[in-house]
């Protein structure tokens, strides 16, 4: 693998979330001081909605992406460029045919926003600003998938820090002079059609070819398979679009909108913690597996590989998901300035599972999406979408919005099993019962740890003495453990010697960066 190019988008990628995240949490913490949080919750029922009609999309930029991996390894240009120019004009229709869903979907505003404190028409308003952002999108959007597939990622994830930081400052300074939440939520919609074009620039620059007209036929879509991906990735939007799309609205339409708003709060720290602890870590790993899974490695090499991240994931699970069951509540307690903001314990309980689960089977999802062949697991998509919805609604009205978390926890257990299935069974040849078993005697681990966790840190004050004490627990609990169950395992022990090496590289790029940029303001 090309472990220089993934050392500087994790670097980058890392520093740049974190950033944006202390950015957003700053937002919406002034946000509260100038005019009510059920404003947000608008924000977050309508984006589920939005997120549902993105079905429209087909999954046109997965089965893009994983057919630019073989071409960028080749250094196809010719392939490469029909490639992105069948994805601009694919979007643009995608763009139109959610202009029409959107406005068809507007007639069920009333029915998905409970108790609103504002007017029919002022929701509407809100609705319209969002759709209009999310069909500007589609038009530029496309070309970030092209630094992406090339390893490239910081050069997005660059452009998207540096307008964050203007476009929020704007954002803030245009909420204390003129307290309007239409114009608070103008100005952050303008933040990705802003990035967009920058990018589009610097495609243009960086990949010239790009510029240039192609002609795609029916056999260059019929070669590579793309109108079956298209029909059964078809199921996995749909299925993927109401699980992960549907909660804001039954929160909405059951428990009311501001349950939206304080669901919302943990939803950002949550987004925030994960982008930066591990999404933003483990981005970078999806091109290079795809360049990895398209040369000509040998496979049990690839397995052993795999094992290895396999336990690194495990170890950064069980510490994200005990960091949330410890700091959630006095996070959100600190940063929103009062107990008021909080939801039950045995939300945070469950929720801290459900990122257990998501997170432990990440790098499955990174193998998973370089391969395509969606059919494979569209059934466990499916019923995956069913069980979400049933669960949530029959839940939520016995537990709220812990009955609406649990649906969650459940719901992704199909998608687990059919990522798993697809790639330790059908790729590698291994065994998934034994995979599976070893989960399970692990996720046993993390539950009997997460009681002793909850015990001890139940009664602890949020004062900078408990949360001292909270962050001892973190430390000492899981790594003890962890490491009682690992430390004679050869992949574990091939685990350290490879970060031992990532980390010696790491320290030679960000020397060469300081280096290069002290040698640039000598030359000035």
Known sequence: M?????????????????????????NRR????FLDIEYLGYQSVFGNVFSILSVAELGIGGIISFHLYREIVTDNKQEIGKLMYLYKWVYRIIAAVVTIL????????????????????????????????????????YRRTIYAADQKEYKTVEIDLLTNVVVQVVQLVMLAIFRNYLLYLAIQLSTSLIANFIILYKTNRDYPYLKEKYTVTMEDIRKRNMIPDV???????IAYAVYGGTDNIVISSICGIRYVALYGNYYILQKGVLGVFFYRLLNPFQATIGNIVYSDRNKDELWKQFEMFDVFSFFFASYICFGFLIFFQSAIQIWMG???????????IVCSLTIYLTSVWEIVYKYRSVFGDYRQDRNCMLLSAVLNVVISITLAYKLGVVGVQIGTFFAFLPVAYGRIRFVVGYYFKKSVRKYLTKHLLLFGVVLVESLVIYLIIREMPVTAW?????????????SVVNILIYFRNPHFKNLCNYFGILFMMMIKIVRAHCQRVKSSKEDK
Not at 338 to 348: A, C, E, G, K, R
Not at 467 to 477: E, M, N, P
């Open 2 to 26: 090309n472990s220089k190019k993934m050392i500087k988008n994790s670097i980058i990628s890392f520093v740049a979330q974190v950033l944006s995240m202390i950015l957003q949490f700053v």
């Open 338 to 348: 009062s107990t008021n903001y909080l939801l039950p314990d045995m939300f945070v």
């Open 231 to 237: 029909r059964n990735f078809l199921v996995h939007k």
């Open 466 to 478: 408990g949360l001292l004490q909270r962050v001892l627990v973190w430390i000492v609990v899981p």
């Open 102 to 141: 959107g406005l068809m979907a507007c007639v069920f505003v009333p029915y998905v926003v409970k108790d609103a404190n504002r007017d029919i028409s002022y929701l509407y308003v809100v609705y319209f600003l969002q759709l209009a952002s999310t069909i500007a999108g589609y038009f530029l959007s």
């Open 30 to 33: 002034i946000f509260v001081m």
